[in-house]
C-alpha cells in the first residue's frame, strides 16, 4: 500500500526549527514519505539558531531525502502529483503575504502552487510576530480558502510580544490527519500557554 506523501515546506522563522524538525521526526515515525522543501533563506542562511548545513543534514537523516531547494525542482510537485498533503511550517508573514497574493518566488511557495493545482489539502503553520497586525488580513484572507487548512495557534509570549501568533507544532499531525478527511482540526485558536 503506497505511503501518505507529504511535502513539508520550511520557511525563515528559524527560532522555531528544532520543534518543526521534532514534528517531521514524528510524520516519519507514523509512516509518512516526507519529502521536505525549503525557501531560499531557509536553505542558506546561518543563524543563532541553526546553521544550514546542519539543517540539511538533519533533513537528510530524518526523511533519507535531499531537501528540494530551487525553482526547478518544485515545479514538479503538481504535474507528477509527488503529495498527497502540503505542509508549510513554519510559514512566516512574508510567506501567508506571498501565497495569498499569487506571488511564487521560493521554492517553498512554488511547491505549495504546485500542488493545489491538484485540489489536494494543504496544512499552514503560522509563525510571525506580526500575526495579529500587518499579518492578520492575509492569515484572514487564507482561513477563507478551499483545500486550505491551519494548524492551531496561539499567542507567542503574549505580553513581550502582543501581535505574534505560533502554531502549536505538536498538532501537525492531527492536522494533516484531520485535512486528508477535508476537516479543519479545532478549535483553531488556543489558549496562551499557562492557561490552558
Known sequence: MKKTTVGFAMTGSFCTFDAVLAQMRELVRRDYDVIPILSYHAAQLDTRFME??????????????????????AEPIGPEKMTDIYLLA??????????VNGIFDTPALLGAKSHLRNDRPLVVAVSTNDALSSAAQNIGRLLTWRNVYMVPYRQDHALKKPRSLVADFTLIPKTIQSALCGVQLQPIVCAPEGLR
Open 90 to 99: 513554519p510559514a512566516t508573514g512574508n510567506t501567508i503575504a506571498k501565497l
Open 52 to 73: 544550514a548545513a546542519h539543517l540539511h543534514r538533519e533533513l537528510k537523516s530524518i526523511t533519507g531525502r535531499d531537501a528540494i531547494q530551487t525553482l526547478q525542482q
